[in-house]
């Protein structure tokens, strides 16, 4: 059994991922979004269930909420109740796709009153963060044109630019804004921010306080992104990740379920940039549970990125950067992917069962009846999910 050093185990301890609260809703294609016995009712719910996923692996403190899907009446009782099941309120994304008036934009828009509207959506936001605690303000934005000659793309920048330095003026000290770039979807024949550049040469001159976000499903089919995740650290610039997998398109899949060896790569330049454990560096899911159990879903997710922590924490680094010195391209390259094909699953188990943690963190939740019991209580109501 390969055996994982004191070194290694305390950077593993020290791993937090955020859970989005929106992957223990429903949620589905625009095909059809299919329920699933016990799906939360509302923000509390969910936040249970994800207290589930942290105390069966000690990895997910912290859930990351979506404004207006998880409003409530009392902020600081929702913090109140988050801490005492052990885990605490994260990011804060805003939500500029589900609104009439955002139709042709919302921070780009070239109606003021509707740029206003989506302004003060973020302002609001952020008076929701100072009531939970949280630091980050993360801005998805859906806005672009579907046919060339549509919008005076340049104009929207511009536009952008201002409505983001509005918002980021707002933030304290202890605040961010993150920015995440998608380059398609809804909108199909330009995004607003469809790139890392694009988000970077945004954030870059609003300031300090301001960093991107790198949803891991955002790229074209092929995009070598741990050399983007390189380009950020090496800028001090990157301030999240949202975590999740994708075959095609922004699948939404979990982490490390498509490509496990992207995962791995993209957390050895994590590790080798400073990333890791590094408070600047946010590690969050971005995920839905089409038709697999959620809780269980997020549970196998946040073991992926331990694994594959794990075993980019493996790589000797010494040895590649000898064999790097001596161009020794199969050397440099045998040394990484020894350590990629490493099966740490048993020390994993080991080390968890040595800080009182089940062994096989699915097993012990799907021997704890948790799930059976959601399904019994939580009946009537409306199950959350896209717009609840
Ligand atoms: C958009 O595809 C996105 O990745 C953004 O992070 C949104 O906030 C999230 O998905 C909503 O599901
Ligand atoms: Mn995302």
């Not at 929701?128 to 993360?138: P, Y």
Request: net charge negative; hydrophobic share 40%; proline share 4%.
């Amino acid at each position: 059994m390969t055996t994982l050093s004191p070194d290694i185990l305390t950077a593993l301890e020290g791993q937090g991922i955020e859970l989005p609260s929106w992957a223990f809703g429903n949620s589905g294609t625009r095909f059809r979004v299919f329920t699933t016995p016990g799906t939360p009712r509302d923000p509390y719910e969910k936040i249970a269930d994800a207290a589930q996923v942290n105390a069966y692996t000690k990895l997910a403190p912290n859930v990351a909420l979506h404004i207006p899907w998880d409003k409530v009446e009392d902020y600081s009782d929702l913090r109140r109740h988050a801490e005492d099941l052990g885990v605490s309120l994260g990011t804060i994304n805003s939500n500029t796709f589900q609104d009439e008036d955002y139709k042709f934009g919302a921070l780009t828009h070239h109606d003021d009153r509707i740029r206003q509207k989506a302004i003060d959506h973020h302002l609001e936001c952020i008076d929701i963060m100072d009531a939970t605690g949280s630091r980050d303000l993360k801005i998805w934005l859906a806005e672009g044109s579907n046919y060339p000659g549509q919008t005076d793309i340049r104009a929207r920048q511009d536009r952008l630019q201002d409505s983001l330095q509005k918002i980021y003026d707002r933030l304290s000290d202890e605040q961010r804004l993150v920015l995440e770039y998608k380059f398609f979807e809804p909108a199909f024949y330009h995004t607003d921010v469809p790139d890392w550049g694009t988000s970077y040469a945004q954030v870059a001159s609003l300031g300090d306080k301001a960093m991107v976000c790198l949803d891991t499903g955002h790229h074209a089919p092929g995009t070598n992104i741990e050399f983007i995740v390189m380009q950020l650290l090496r800028l001090g610039k990157l301030g999240s990740f949202d975590f999740n997998s994708r075959f095609y398109a922004d699948d939404d899949l979990i982490v490390g379920a498509a490509d496990p060896f992207q995962l791995f790569r993209i957390i050895f330049e994590v590790v080798r940039g400073g990333g890791l454990n590094n408070p600047d560096v946010a590690f969050m899911l971005d995920q839905c549970h089409n038709v697999e159990d959620k809780i269980p879903g997020q549970i196998r997710s946040v073991l992926n990125v331990q694994e594959m922590t794990a075993r980019a924490l493996l790589v000797d680094r010494d040895a590649l950067a000898a064999a790097q010195q001596q161009s020794d391209v199969l050397g440099a390259n045998a040394v990484f992917m020894d350590a990629f094909y490493t099966d740490v699953r048993p020390a994993l188990a080991q080390w968890r069962e040595s800080r009182g943690l089940a062994a096989d963190p699915m097993a012990a939740y799907a021997a704890s009846g948790y799930q059976q019991q959601i399904a019994a209580d939580r009946v009537g109501g409306t199950q959350a999910g896209w717009g609840a």
